[in-house]
């Protein structure tokens, strides 16, 4: 009798409260959210979804402050299985509405032992649209996702083992306290690039500057996600099923500290794929990717624009840095691993390498080792002085250019790479800075990965 009154007082506490998704040609929506108490003390949340696929998300909120309604945290929502945070319904017809549910339990977060039954709780249930997704993306590289719960398999060939998060709380077990993050899944934060208009490049009165860096409109047709940390060596290993850390650890104390290290050992050809029928000038089959990585995932990841790294780089901000800090050595030494701080002594023998992903303050969009640490690769053909006016049929000066990237027919046989690296003086290591001289078959850059932001 007293477990079928709770379950009563439930549902009069838990609304429900269904979110639409964002307008597109088919609206995804939600609608007759219930929530219900089990035995096990775990709670079951319904509802149906109409209209479209979705990627689908759940949060409790509470009546708390002014009768404004207010999350119980995403770092208490870390236990939810079922119908939650992945692409649902890609099979479903929608001739009638898909049925989810999800689970969650809540005595296995900071929740345990709260009675909620006393408190006005509801159950928001948002539908994000697939060209819309939510700020992160979580890719798993270790095996194919299921859910035993559910008894469903979450395999398509929009991503494997991909789970989407609306903020950096939701990540069970904290994004830099789990080691997950560095090992075995691939985390990726929404870059909201669409339309806006920037200046990519240096000003000329910019201290230390290249002249390789013209400063040049450019704008963006679409958001990307890109990856909060570099690629590490463990996460290689995952997507290349080889022993890429075999070898000495030259400069780190044990094999854990190097596996979450930024990888290098990789060319571009060993990334992207080599250029077809030997043509060996620098560029790759037309509309190539990652194809480890997807072949993984099902994923069309890829490496990054010059332009889309410059513009996370920055976050949104003005000058050298790509965080709001002070430009001096101190103030890089805390965004970067430099030629000043990044020297391990093992056994007596000083040695400069990278560090673990991830140690040094985030920029302003929370994404790590923008500079500093290992220099990246991007898609872009290295050129002196980017000539900008003709390379992009004369805009960059009064009209921005869209969407660019140096392909092998405006010219140079060399990559660009990125942010600098952990042997790099501290005030080379800028957002504008461009450095040439990777060569398709060099493995001594690291990167991180991008995809566009929809599915």
């Given at each position: ?10 549902g009069?506490?838990l ?31 319904a509802y ?26 995403g770092?208490n ?6 119908d ?7 099979d479903?017809?929608f ?31 948002t ?17 194919e ?5 559910t ?10 083992g ?7 709380d939701y ?29 990519m ?10 002249l ?15 990856g909060?940390f570099?690629m ?21 104390p044990d ?8 990888c290098?050992?990789l060319s ?12 060996v ?45 002070d ?24 040695t ?22 290992a ?10 002085a ?19 990237v140096?392909?092998?027919a ?9 942010g ?10 800028r957002?504008?800075?461009?450095g ?10 690291g ?9």
């Amino acid at each position: 009798m007293r477990r079928r009154n709770r379950r009563r007082s439930w549902g009069a506490a838990l609304g429900a409260l269904a979110v639409a998704g964002v307008a597109s040609a088919a609206v995804p929506r939600v609608a007759d959210v219930t929530v219900t108490e089990n035995p096990d003390q775990t709670l079951t949340v319904a509802y149906k979804l109409t209209g479209a696929p979705a990627i689908v998300t759940l949060d409790l909120v509470t009546n708390a402050v002014d009768g404004v309604a207010a999350s119980i945290g995403g770092a208490n929502m870390w236990e939810m299985h079922g119908d939650v945070g992945r692409l649902v319904g890609l099979d479903h017809d929608f001739a009638t509405p898909y049925a989810g549910e999800i689970r969650w339990i809540p005595y296995r977060t900071g929740l345990k032992g709260v009675d909620f039954s006393s408190l006005s709780v509801r159950a928001k249930v948002t539908a994000w649209a697939t060209n819309n997704p939510p700020a992160y993306a979580v890719v798993r590289l270790n095996r194919e996702e299921s859910d035993a719960w559910t008894n469903r398999t979450y395999y398509a060939s929009r991503g494997a083992g991909l789970r989407f998060y609306p903020s950096v709380d939701y990540l069970p077990g904290g994004l830099l306290e789990n080691d997950a993050y560095r090992k075995d899944f691939l985390v990726m934060k929404r870059v909201y690039a669409a339309g806006v208009e920037w200046v990519m490049g240096s000003a000329t009165n910019a201290p230390t500057r290249g002249l390789d860096e013209v400063p040049h409109l450019v704008s963006f047709s679409r958001d990307y996600y890109l990856g909060v940390f570099e690629m590490t060596f463990r996460q290689r290993q995952h997507i290349q099923g080889i022993g890429s850390l075999s070898y000495a650890f030259n400069g780190y104390p044990d094999f854990d500290e190097k596996a979450v290290a930024p990888c290098y050992g990789l060319s571009y050809d060993g990334l992207r794929g080599s250029a077809a029928d030997g043509d060996v000038s620098n560029e790759p089959l037309p509309g190539t990717d990652l194809f480890l990585l997807r072949a993984k995932t099902g994923i069309a990841f890829d490496l990054p624009t010059e332009a889309e790294w410059e513009f996370a780089c920055r976050a949104g901000l003005e000058g050298p840095a790509n965080a709001d800090v002070d430009w001096t050595q101190e103030g890089a030494d805390s965004i970067a691993w430099n030629t000043h701080n990044a020297t391990n002594v093992i056994d007596g023998v000083a040695t400069r390498v990278a560090h673990r992903v991830g140690s040094k303050a985030p920029n302003a969009w929370g994404l790590y080792d923008m500079l500093g640490n290992a220099w990246e690769c991007t898609r872009d053909i290295y050129l002196d002085a980017l000539p900008f006016a003709a390379t992009f049929g004369g805009k960059g000066v009064s009209e921005p250019v869209v969407d660019p990237v140096v392909l092998k027919a405006d010219g140079g046989t060399k990559r660009v790479r990125r942010g600098g690296a952990y042997n790099e003086v501290w005030n080379a290591n800028r957002a504008s800075a461009r450095g040439g001289g990777m060569g398709r078959k060099d493995t001594w850059v690291g990167y991180r990965v991008r995809c566009d932001a929809s599915f």
